[in-house]
């Protein structure tokens, strides 16, 4: 059997035909054209693009309230629609709503094409603040028109419109002032306020009370104090050693007393307290009162004697002098002959070559009668007494 000899071809570069090249173009572009057209057919979603917005002109109150604007008691509604050429029906640019309102309903509707579209509104306008607003306070003065405690204080009013949505509420408790102006109001449920200051006389400091001393004289005891305020009144208690009673000598304005109605050899405390005109009290301050004049008269405890003691007594009918000796313990250490029932002891003196001061101690006192000339000698006792001279 021959076989035909295999022949080996030499490749060859393929060439594309001009014409394939102007198809693919063509097609290209049919591509192009369609894609074009189907985007200028609406859509489902392009319906849905038909919207209703609007905006107000004026002041944004609270709880979706308007408190008219800078005009006066209205506002101003503007509507907005999407396709500017739907139809629309009540759907001013300009709609103005005047106040006050408790709700006035506005409505905006629009078509394209099929697709309709409503939007709804509702205004309320209340640019009034609250009325009658006043204070009232929780209690009455605590004295002559002034507080001198904590005192609570709260406002009240009324809205016709919105209603009243809070009033100011609170407790005063200071600072000090005749007229302290206490502020608060009410706010109505659109947030326009009104407020109405109260004024409240308070005071709660207590005077302060010093310089309480005492002067003992023999007409009387003279008591002088030192308040905060001159206007302050006092009131000055008195009791006597040994008694429990203590009643009232002065009440009154003032920086001193003179109290006229003591008695001789007793010995007095004397207790000061003042106040203010709002009612408060400073705190008591007692002093005690060493008389001045001594007496025999016999009680149940030994007096203490005021600085420079006057010695006194019972005239006797026909004396025509008076001798007294004093003695400190067992040692006499003066003795004088005056022609008057009371003598006044000094501070210091010489007897006896000896010098003597009245100083702190325990003393006792002895007077006679002397009856004639002195020189007759001719006493008759009167009687003794003690008294104490304290430590100063």
Not at 191 to 218: C, E, Q, R, Y
Not at 271 to 299: E, F
Request: with cysteine; charged share 15%; glycine share 10%.
């Amino acid at each position: 059997m021959h076989r035909r000899p295999v022949r080996f071809l030499r490749p060859t570069r393929r060439r594309v035909s001009p014409c394939l090249t102007r198809t693919t173009v063509r097609r290209s572009l049919a591509l192009v054209a369609l894609s074009l057209l189907a985007a200028a057919v609406p859509s489902s979603a392009a319906a849905d693009s038909l919207t209703i917005t609007y905006t107000v002109d004026g002041i944004s109150g609270a709880n979706g309230w308007y408190r008219g604007s800078a005009g006066g008691n209205y506002i101003v509604v503007h509507w907005h629609v999407s396709d500017p050429s739907a139809t629309t029906v009540g759907c001013e640019l300009g709609l103005k709503i005047m106040g006050p309102t408790t709700g006035f309903t506005s409505s905006c509707s629009a078509q394209s094409g099929p697709e309709t579209a409503t939007k709804t509104v509702v205004v309320k306008i209340d640019a009034d603040p609250p009325a009658g607003v006043g204070a009232s306070l929780g209690r009455s003065p605590d004295v002559n028109g002034w507080y001198n405690h904590a005192v609570g204080v709260s406002w009240s009013g009324s809205d016709a419109t919105s209603g009243i949505a809070s009033c100011t509420s609170l407790t005063y408790g200071g600072p000090d002032s005749a007229s302290a102006a206490v502020g608060g109001g009410c706010t109505d449920n659109a947030g326009n306020s009104a407020s109405s200051p109260v004024a409240i006389s308070f005071d709660a400091t207590a005077p302060a009370l010093s310089k309480v001393t005492i002067t003992s004289g023999a007409a009387a005891d003279v008591l002088r104090w030192t308040s905060s305020s001159a206007s302050d009144s006092a009131v000055v208690q008195r009791s006597a050693r040994g008694n429990k009673e203590q009643p009232i000598v002065f009440r009154g304005t003032g920086a001193s007393f003179a109290d006229k109605k003591i008695q001789h050899s007793l010995e007095y405390t004397y207790s000061v307290q003042t106040s203010d005109q709002a009612g408060n009290a400073s705190r008591k301050i007692s002093v005690s009162a060493l008389p001045k004049v001594l007496t025999l008269r016999k009680l149940p405890y030994v007096p203490r004697a005021s600085s420079k003691p006057i010695l006194r007594w019972d005239a006797v009918r026909r004396a025509t002098y008076y001798h007294l000796q004093l003695f400190r313990g067992a040692k006499r250490i003066f003795a004088a002959w005056p022609i008057k029932n009371e003598l006044g002891l000094p501070a210091a003196w010489k007897w006896s070559g000896h010098r003597y001061r009245l100083g702190p101690g325990h003393y006792r006192w002895y007077v006679w009668a002397g009856l004639g000339r002195r020189s007759f000698a001719h006493y008759k006792a009167i009687g003794s007494a003690r008294f104490i001279v304290p430590r100063r």
